[in-house]
Structures are given as structure tokens and as C-alpha cells.
């Protein structure tokens, strides 16, 4: 129960996000960071090890949005991890979240999530990150440093590496986010690599 109770908590800093925003149109897709203040952020700090919340605007012909993590293991691409789709209007926020869960041995607690037009969706699973989980495993994140530019339809959010072993570990490159299928040498030395990505749809999944 912890678990969801720390995602109502993030939901809220969305709710209070949401009633604070300025009434601004969109001919395109915007995404960009949040802007929280202090107390939204010792908030975030003190329920998940760590967390993203973007902001977007969009078109009103984008009538929803799918946010999901594509996770890469030395290199090779594996899976799709907590594939949400969600109804949106125009704004909102997409949050991503993840906490150590103490009722699962070495398992990690992952959160996606989407609020807009006063309705909120959101997804939960355990993901076990490595073979012994993150038991000596170093990490990196960071967001896309893109976000100045406009966003396509589909679009990385941000990204989790992780390392066993000694070691240096470094944040992706800008190549990376530009090209990443041409940039999968770069990610083998690392166990797990999570992508955040988004992607926006004029229609409606059946």
C-alpha cells in the first residue's frame, strides 16, 4: 500500500501544477521539464529515489499520449517496460518515478504517469535492474537536453543507466538522444539502460 500512496502524493503536486498554469495555446507539442518549487520537490524527494515531471502542450487534434520506458541490456534492446496510454487535452504533465520496494527483495518499483484535463492514469510494476539487483550498481540520469527544440510526435523524456562493478559511469551523449541506433556501442559497458519516451497520437488506440 506505501507504494500508491506516494504516487497520490506525486498526483497531488500534479493537481497543484495543473491549477497554477498559465492558459496558453499550442500549435505543435511542447515538452519541457517542470519547474517545482521547493516544497514540490522535497515532496517528490521524499517518497521515490528519484522522478521526472514534464510538462506538455499540444495541438487539439493530439487526442492521447503513450509513455513507456524501452529498456536495453549491454547494449540490446530487450523490452518495453510500463507502457501507459492515456486520453489527453491540449496539457498536462507525464511523471516517472522509481523507489527501492522493501517488500520485494532487490526489486525496483517503477511509476509512469500522465495527468491532464483533470484526469490522471498511471501505471505501476516491479523490475528487478540486473541480475542481482541494484545491490553494487552505480547510476546516472538525466533528461534530454532538447528540449528547447520542437518535439516530434515521439520523443525521449530522459535516461537511467546503470553499472556493476567499479568504474566511471557517464550521462548519455547528445549523439545518443539524436541517433540511437546508431549509438548502441556506447551503452554495452552498462547493465541496464532505461529510456523515458513519449508519443503523441492524433487517434485514439482501438
Known amino acids: ?5 506516494w504516487i497520490f502524493a506525486i498526483f497531488l503536486v500534479l493537481s497543484y501544477l495543473a491549477g497554477c498554469s498559465n492558459e496558453q495555446t499550442s500549435t505543435s507539442i511542447k515538452v519541457n521539464e517542470s519547474d ?17 515531471i514534464f510538462d506538455f502542450k499540444a495541438d487539439p487534434s493530439y ?15 530487450t523490452e518495453k517496460v510500463n507502457h501507459l496510454i492515456s486520453d489527453i487535452k491540449e496539457k498536462g504533465y507525464l511523471m516517472f518515478a522509481i523507489s527501492k520496494d522493501a517488500g520485494e527483495q532487490e526489486m525496483s518499483v517503477f511509476n509512469v504517469g500522465v495527468f491532464s484535463n483533470g ?7 516491479a523490475e528487478r535492474i540486473g541480475e542481482k539487483g541494484l545491490k553494487n550498481m552505480s547510476s546516472v540520469w538525466a533528461t534530454n537536453p532538447f528540449f528547447s527544440e520542437q518535439v516530434k510526435e515521439e ?8 553499472k556493476s562493478g567499479d568504474g566511471s559511469m557517464h550521462s ?16 554495452k559497458k552498462y547493465d541496464a539502460v532505461y529510456l523515458l519516451k513519449a508519443k503523441f497520437n492524433k487517434t485514439k488506440s482501438q
Request: glycine share 4%; charged share 30%.
Open 1 to 5: 500500500m506505501k507504494k500508491f500512496i
Open 36 to 52: 517545482l518549487s521547493e516544497r514540490e520537490e522535497a515532496i517528490l524527494l521524499s517518497t521515490a529515489e528519484q522522478s521526472f
Open 63 to 77: 487526442k492521447e499520449v503513450e509513455l513507456w520506458l524501452d529498456k536495453y541490456e549491454f547494449g540490446k534492446k
Open 119 to 125: 484526469g490522471t492514469s498511471a501505471l505501476t510494476n
Open 155 to 162: 520523443i525521449i523524456l530522459s535516461s537511467i543507466c546503470y
Open 172 to 187: 548519455l551523449s547528445e549523439d545518443f538522444y539524436r541517433d540511437v541506433e546508431g549509438n548502441l556501442e556506447t551503452i
